[in-house]
Each structure stands twice: as C-alpha cells, then as structure tokens.
C-alpha cells in the first residue's frame, strides 16, 4: 500500500486550500518588507535588502525650509535661479508574484514532510503576509503538466484563488503520476520575467531541478529590477543518507533501486545535490539575492521565523 493511500488526509503529505487559508494568522510575525530584524536571513552579508515600494514623482516646487536639500533639482534651480525640489510619494503597493514548484520531484521526503507541503506552506504564510502588508498579491503555480497562473491584485479573493491552485496541484501529487512532464523551471522562470516588469516581489519556492545554465540567465534578467528571494526545499538525505538505507524510486513507468550502503551511489547523489545548492549560493553572491533554505525535517513556520530573525523560532 502506498503512503499517500494509507495517510489521504495527512497534511505532512498532503495540503488543500482550506489548510492553507488557516495559515492566515500564523503569518503575522513574518515581514517581507524592507525593514527586517537584525538576525534576519534577509540582512545577510551577501543579501541585498529589499527595496519594497516604489517612489511616484508628484510635482516640482520651491524649496522650503526643512527640505531634504539632496532632493534638489539642481538643473532647475540653475535654471530659474531659485531652488527648486522634486517631491516623491512612496506607492499606495506594489505586485508580487510567487512561483510555487508542485512537481513530482518535489513529492520526496525521508523525516517528517513532502518537499511539496513545505513549499505550499511557505508560499502560503508569504502570499498571506503579501496581502496583509498592502500589495497585490499574484502567482504561478506549476506541475509537470499544468500551470495555473494569477496575475497580482490587491483583492482577498485574489489569495484564496491562489492558494486554490497550491492546495489542487499539491492535492493531485501522487508517486505513480504517469504523466510525461512538459513544464520545466526555465520555462515558469520565462514566463515571471514577462509578467514582472520592474519593483516586483519575486518568491520562487522549488527544489531547483532542472537548474542549468539558462536559469542563470532568467535569475539575473528577474533581479536586475525586482526583489527576487529565492526558498530552496531540500530534504535530509541530500546532506547524507542513512547507513543501509534502500529505496525505491519510481516514475510511475520505471524503477530502480537505491542502496546508501554503495559508497559511490552515495557520493554520485550528494556530489548532484551538493552542486545545484553551490550554484544557487554562488549566483546569489553575484546577483545579490537571497537563498532561504527550507528543510523537510522541521514545521515550516518554526523555520521561517528562525530564519527571518523572530524569537518564535525553535532553534
């Protein structure tokens, strides 16, 4: 008997949209704004703050006492002779999009939860606080074979589509998916990069497979004009399987068996994980976005506020 057929309702394995809609009040203490607690992850050494809302020109006028002189216009005042200012107002909110991975590969966990429960759930507690904040919320939520996408509106009803589609796609993952895959990474990153245009909040919650070379490119292209946060779902076994450990892995089609005790096999598999994470840390480095690492081992919210620098979390 499968793990899904024997636990149907278990939300470490399974989430629908009414469970995520829970997570409303559980999201308060989580800030995506660009003020962050001094521990945050977001305030990292090679972290770039957010910027958060935009600034709108309003008007130009005479300088008055008390101005901030460094918003001078000097063209204008050697123009007319008289300082002149430029007055900003900071936008009423801004968009954000999240791209949340509901592939079969993120339907994987050895300790406690699915790669794809944490990545629902992290997207969840992110898009709630989104709402709550005063931005528009939006997203893409992708499969092997179907992609729902929302285009960000400031509206609730907005957040519980959205999180409809985590809940149907997470709901759908089974390990016997016969489905030939037809969506890849790049191509959900290429299509964020065409809604997305400039002051947006990007939050891609995946596993990363599929990462190569392309996905460089459309990461830096996302960055350049937006705040990208990047949550990495990785499981235990990555860092190191267990001793005389077998496994079967399947496709629905196809399957082989793993055995930890074979010390090249192990090697081989941490050595590919191992890389796509180095990968991830170096491109963040280089394009100054963060990588939130998020694990299967431990609650979601427990990690969030541990790792955005909240006391609430377990340590």
């Known amino acids: 008997m499968s793990q899904t057929a024997a636990y149907p309702d278990d939300p470490r394995i399974h989430v629908d949209a009414d469970h995520l809609l829970k997570l409303g009040p559980k999201s308060r203490a989580?800030?995506?704004?660009p003020r962050q607690p001094a521990r945050s992850i977001l305030n990292g050494r090679h972290a770039s703050r957010l910027r958060g809302r935009g600034l709108n020109f309003e008007e130009l006028r005479n300088y008055l006492p008390g101005d901030d002189i460094r918003t001078i216009d000097w063209k204008v005042t050697a123009r007319t002779g008289e300082p002149h200012v430029r007055v900003y107002t900071e936008e009423r909110d801004r968009p954000?999009?999240?791209l949340v991975d509901q592939r079969v590969s993120m339907f994987?966990?050895?300790q406690v939860y699915m790669k794809s429960v944490i990545a629902a759930e992290a997207a969840a507690i992110s898009a709630h606080r989104v709402l709550g904040q005063g931005d528009r919320i939006g997203g893409i939520v992708f499969g092997d074979s179907d992609v729902a996408e929302h285009r960000p509106q400031r509206r609730?009803?907005?957040?519980t589509r959205?999180?409809?589609s985590v809940g149907a796609l997470n709901s759908n993952l089974r390990a016997t998916l016969r489905d030939e895959p037809t969506v890849a990474l790049n191509d959900m990153l290429k299509q964020a990069a065409r809604i997305t245009h400039t002051n947006t909040l990007v939050c891609v919650f995946s596993d990363f497979d599929g990462l190569n070379k392309v996905s460089e490119k459309l990461l830096c292209?996302?960055?350049a004009s937006n705040d990208l946060i990047l949550f990495n779902i990785s499981d235990p076994s990555s860092r190191e399987l267990a001793p005389n450990l077998r496994l079967t892995v399947s496709d629905g089609d196809r399957q082989i068996e793993l055995d930890s005790s074979d010390p090249d096999l192990s090697h081989r598999i941490r050595t590919a994980l191992e890389d796509r994470l180095a990968q991830l840390q170096t491109w963040s480095r280089r394009y100054g976005f963060p990588v939130v690492p998020l694990t299967t081992a431990e609650p979601t919210l427990d990690q969030l506020l541990k790792l955005?620098?909240?006391?609430?979390g377990r340590r």
């Not at 989580?30 to 704004?33: N, P, T, Y």
């Open 30 to 33: 989580i800030s995506l704004l």
């Open 162 to 164: 959205f999180l409809s």
């Open 308 to 312: 955005f620098g909240h006391p609430g």
């Open 221 to 223: 292209r996302l960055s």
């Open 156 to 159: 609730p009803a907005a957040l």
């Open 108 to 110: 994987f966990g050895t």
């Open 96 to 98: 954000a999009l999240l």
